[in-house]
């Protein structure tokens, strides 16, 4: 009798601890037939994340009493239409951290605190051919790239794409305009519907004489309260010639003012987004108007978007709607085009139809999306 005691009394004991904490496993799919027209370029056929990016992921809290929490999120990303996982990483995201009364510390590769205020801009988000990033993120520019911008450029060249009707070209991005490895953030707990979080990211190991080369700061402060949403971000990321001090140097500062307001008939949203680009001695100054009308399981979506700096870039214009089947799944369409002034080559949602002769980018695409 004492022995089956005890043993009941273990099996409480182990109930009580898993009680404590949970593990959840998560994920979805999103694919869609997609058009894209840049020019003499064209690509036609299945693509993927039209309103939703394809992952698979695990998270999960452990209490530690006293309020106090540790958790963990491994998120990948993964390619529906061909069943391939992206060599199985965690590259969407890969943290550890505590929270409590105090807020949420976390720690490994993560969203910046920057990156989150575009989605209160835009009601595309960062996803599909409708998406502002096409246009207020990258910049697509021909010719070389300029040798000062280190890691900030990626030159693309004809024979890279295809049919040859590519000119060379070079990209230029902030690498962490989304994410950021080796960070470490912190999140405030809300104060009357103010936020704030902080980030920092090491960058990574650094052997010459630019130790700072591709560290990165990002700050939020946000405010959320019923209909009203505002946030405001700074981040800046070092980079350069990774090879000399120039790295130190060179900066890529982003600044981020976004707000929406829920009328229940409509959800009106805006932002302003500025690029200071050192090696260019350049700032790129970004506007974004959106609108999303829910009717019903049906919501239609607009938005507008322009963006110059010592010269006009470009604008885009989409138009899109989702019908939501249920909680978990959603079709949708989408249509955008974008207009690049002579010189640049952003496009609306594929790389095989890149352009650098300051052409239109045209796209439209369908699909369905399914989370669980």
Not at 49 to 70: F, H, N, P, Q
Not at 76 to 89: A, C, H, Y
Not at 243 to 263: E, H, I, P, R, V
Not at 328 to 341: G, H, I, K, P, Q
Request: charged residues 15%.
């Amino acid at each position: 009798m004492k022995k089956s005691l005890i043993a009941l009394a273990a099996v409480a004991a182990s109930t009580c601890a898993f009680a404590q904490s949970s593990v959840t496993l998560f994920g979805g799919a999103d694919l869609n037939v997609r058009s894209v027209t840049s020019g003499a370029n064209k690509f036609t056929g299945m693509a993927q994340d039209g309103i939703y990016s394809s992952r698979i992921g695990v998270m999960g809290t452990e209490d530690l009493g006293g309020g106090l929490k540790a958790g963990f999120h491994f998120e990948g990303g993964m390619n529906p239409d061909v069943g391939t996982s992206v060599k199985f990483d965690f590259q969407r995201k890969s943290t550890i951290g505590l929270m409590g009364g105090f807020g949420e510390v976390r720690l490994g590769r993560d969203y910046t605190p920057l990156f989150t205020v575009a989605g209160i801009a835009d009601p595309f988000g960062t996803n599909g051919v409708g998406s502002s990033y096409n246009l207020a993120n990258v910049v697509t520019v021909a010719g070389p790239a300029i040798p000062e911008a280190g890691s900030f450029a990626t030159a693309q060249t004809a024979s890279a794409l295809p049919a040859s009707k590519v000119e060379t070209g070079t990209i230029y991005a902030d690498p962490n305009a989304v994410r950021a490895n080796n960070s470490l953030a912190y999140y405030t707990p809300s104060f009357g519907g103010f936020t704030v979080g902080a980030m920092y990211s090491f960058g990574g190991e650094n052997t010459y004489t630019a130790t700072k080369a591709g560290t990165m700061t990002s700050v939020k402060l946000a405010y959320a309260n019923g209909p009203l949403t505002v946030a405001l971000a700074n981040q800046v990321t070092k980079g350069g010639v990774a090879t000399t001090a120039a790295a130190d140097s060179q900066k890529w500062t982003t600044n981020f003012l976004a707000g929406s307001y829920d009328l229940g008939v409509a959800k009106i949203s805006a932002g302003y987004k500025t690029d200071k680009l050192t090696f260019v001695d350049d700032t790129l100054k970004s506007t974004i108007l959106g609108v999303a009308a829910p009717m019903g399981a049906l919501t239609l979506k607009a938005s507008y978007v322009w963006r110059k700096g010592q010269e006009k870039v470009g604008n885009q214009f989409a138009l899109g709607a989702v019908y939501d089947l249920s909680k978990r799944t959603s079709v949708y369409a989408t249509y955008a085009a974008l207009n690049n002034e002579e010189g640049f080559g952003m496009n609306v949602g594929s790389a095989l139809a890149s352009d650098f002769s300051g052409l239109t980018s045209k796209g439209f695409e369908a699909g369905i999306k399914h989370s669980f």
